[in-house]
């Protein structure tokens, strides 16, 4: 079997869980590598664990991406294109929805969904000219059905499997490529991080995030689908059923969830 060609990879989410492993995977197979996510110092010292010195470092916050066409010309003119995105940058929630702020919702939109979109645009165009691309977007399991406490985020997630649809749709013919990525449980820090009702940190580690894939497991499943242009992967254990359930036993899967 071949080896698969050198590329240049702009992982968002970066310096920690599945987007540091996308990083260091793609690394290993030697691609060059763009690194983004909101901590200037945590993107050089990922540099430094990863050992990626030629890394092109693109700090920016999801949460506020004005400049973001200025950055992804720089990066797009230091790199001498980008040929992948992997979007892999987001937050999550458990809280109940009557008990969660707005703000919670807000924000849960402008990380994970107008964040990704805006990276997003800014690039489209370069890629476009240049021939194609190819976007992997690290979503959720909940981006294909929902679940309790997860009322925002689920929406977030399915928002962008809709905006990815039509971006797939629009610029096939410009060669530009999209993988959703929805993983179940894996093992990272998005329980600790993840908001509640007030919108602080939920401070603890899910059992079954504890319990899930390595974010190396997930990074390798990303990076396969990839190569093999898939148009969705589900990285994941036996939650994974949750997706079939919701497609072909859609009653079965919310008497589930009520139980949740």
Known sequence: ?????????????????????????????????????????????????????????????????????ELTAQVWSKAQGVDVVVHCGGISQRSRLIDTDPSVDHQMMEV?????????????????????????????????????LRSGYAGAKHAMHGWFEALRAEHHNDGIRVTMVAPGFVQTAISLN??????????????????????????????????RNKALVTPGKKEVLG?????????LLRRIARRA
């Open 1 to 69: 079997m071949s080896a698969a060609p050198r590329r240049t990879v702009w992982v968002t989410g970066a310096t920690s869980g599945i987007g540091e492993a996308v990083a260091r995977a793609c690394h290993q197979r030697g691609d060059r590598l763009v690194l983004s996510a909101r901590t200037p110092e945590r993107l050089e010292s990922t540099r430094q664990v990863l050992g990626v010195n030629d890394a092109i470092l693109a700090p920016f916050d999801l949460a506020n991406t004005t400049g973001i066409e």
């Open 112 to 148: 994970n969904y107008f964040g990704t979109l805006a990276l997003t645009r800014a690039i489209l165009p370069h890629m476009i000219q240049a021939g194609g691309g190819h976007f992997a977007v690290v979503t959720s399991l909940m981006g294909l059905f929902s679940a309790p």
């Open 194 to 227: 993840a908001l509640i009702g007030d919108g602080s940190p939920q401070g603890t580690m899910d059992d079954a995030t504890a319990q899930g894939i390595t974010a190396q497991q997930c990074a390798t499943v990303i990076l396969r689908g990839i190569d």
């Open 243 to 251: 997706y079939w359930l919701s497609r072909f036993a859609p009653g």
